[in-house]
């Protein structure tokens, strides 16, 4: 990826939180691209660390690109965020939901809903899913199934 190693100043083979913003800026199709699917740049910290490497860079956009899917189907009346009758049904419906939920830490059995729902508004929204979401390595997640009509 051209434009990651065009960012990579230090020649460290990452990019810190700096360069990472630097390049989404001079980058305007990288991020529109981003904004299309839902995405942010907070969406690709890793783990707490200061830096991201171009492979991690691709798998987690990969995985990011994966969970907005997710959340998109699970948001029947997509209106931008998701409700607790759309989340259980999700669950019953979709393996995939509760794939990701289970490598995620979420018990499925103890309130998953609210494990999600950091500002217990009642709605998960996009920032709420992918926050917790994330946790899980990329080449764990799962591919979300067909939505069902």
Do not use: W
Not at 53 to 66: E, G, H, I
Not at 71 to 95: H, K, V
């Amino acid at each position: 990826m051209r434009i990651f190693h065009e960012h990579d100043a230090d020649e460290d083979g990452s990019l810190s939180k700096k360069e990472f913003n630097l390049m989404l800026k001079d980058d305007p199709e990288l991020g529109v691209m981003m904004r299309e699917k839902g995405l942010k740049a907070e969406y690709y910290e890793l783990n707490g660390q200061d830096s991201i490497s171009c492979t991690d860079y691709l798998l987690k956009m990969q995985l990011n690109n994966r969970l907005v899917e997710l959340f998109r189907m699970i948001d029947t009346n997509s209106n931008g965020t998701i409700e607790y009758p759309e989340f259980t049904a999700a669950l019953l419906r979709d393996d995939a939901l509760r794939d990701v939920c289970l490598l995620n830490g979420i018990n499925l059995e103890i309130a998953a809903f609210r494990q999600i729902d950091a500002d217990n508004n009642n709605v998960i929204t996009i920032d709420e899913f992918m926050r917790r979401m994330r946790l899980a390595p990329a080449e764990k997640q799962i591919s979300p199934a067909t939505k069902s009509s």
